[in-house]
């Protein structure tokens, strides 16, 4: 329940329209719309400040058509997550408005808004790490921030990192995405005075155990400002920093 829907509620209530009983009980409801096989959040945006998005995996064609069309209807936007291609086809027919992100196994619809200064860099340390690095992007302009994408940056060959130092610098807040040992973050921490937000992949051979090797290497960096969010969590990544650099103070903004 969204502030005017409070407010229509409460007018309602004053002019003697509605009852005391039946506005606590719309109150106490309020949020939740059953659709049986799901309890759709709809009051999680105004809580959080990130609507509910659509995990994907686990649901039919039919349950994720009826979940998109509900978001569509109610705010006229919609993310879903980790869907695959042939997944998304049936929406995309079924909904003009959609957009598939195939490397990031993203779909959604966004409101239309101008996107504030300066932006979210997201950096991946290597191609393999590309689809999470995406989703993270996506996901982060979808909430309406701009992203540089800094791409293929690793430490096996770290001048790279150092050609593109001004662009790290410039940002607001930076998601660093890395499998293998994980070290990319590290290094971006020391040249930086912005946020990080770490990102290990499952990307690595046999010792990496499936990101388990990056993961720990982040968390066990010596770089100070770093979070870490879990393995191939790019979408984790992307809402962090959405909390750290919230809606209502973008206008403030240079």
């Not at 998005?53 to 649901?59: E, F, N, Q, R, T």
């Not at 973050?185 to 937000?197: E, H, I, M, N, Q």
């Not at 982040?218 to 870490?228: P, T």
Request: proline share 5%; net charge negative; with cysteine.
């Amino acid at each position: 329940m969204d502030k005017d829907e409070v407010r229509q509620l409460l007018e309602e209530l004053a002019s003697g329209r509605a009852e005391v009983g039946d506005v606590f009980d719309r109150l106490q409801a309020g949020g939740v719309e059953d659709l049986g096989f799901a309890r759709l959040d709809t009051d999680r945006e105004r809580r959080t400040g990130v609507a509910e998005v659509i995990l994907a995996p686990g649901k039919t064609d039919d349950q994720l058509g009826s979940l998109v069309e509900k978001c569509l209807a109610r705010d006229g936007k919609v993310l879903v997550t980790r869907l695959e291609a042939e997944h998304a086809k049936p929406l995309l027919t079924r909904f003009e408005d959609l957009r598939y992100h195939a490397t990031a196994r993203v779909l959604e619809a966004r409101p239309k808004q101008d996107p504030w200064c300066p932006p979210v860099a997201v950096i991946s340390a290597g191609t393999s790490d590309q689809n999470v690095a995406e989703e993270a992007a996506i996901v982060l302009e979808h909430l309406g921030h701009p992203v540089d994408r800094i791409n293929d940056v690793g430490v096996a060959g770290i001048h790279r990192l150092f050609s593109v130092l001004e662009r790290l610098r410039a940002a607001r807040a930076l998601v660093v995405v890395a499998g293998m040992e994980g070290a990319l973050p590290s290094v971006v921490a020391g040249l930086v005075d912005r946020p990080v937000v770490a990102v290990p992949t499952s990307v690595g051979y046999g010792a990496s155990f499936g990101g388990v090797a990056a993961l720990l290497g982040m968390l066990n960096s010596c770089a100070a400002g770093i979070g870490v969010v879990n393995i191939d969590n790019g979408y984790g990544a992307a809402t962090l920093v959405h909390r750290i650099a919230p809606a209502e103070n973008r206008e403030s903004e240079p």
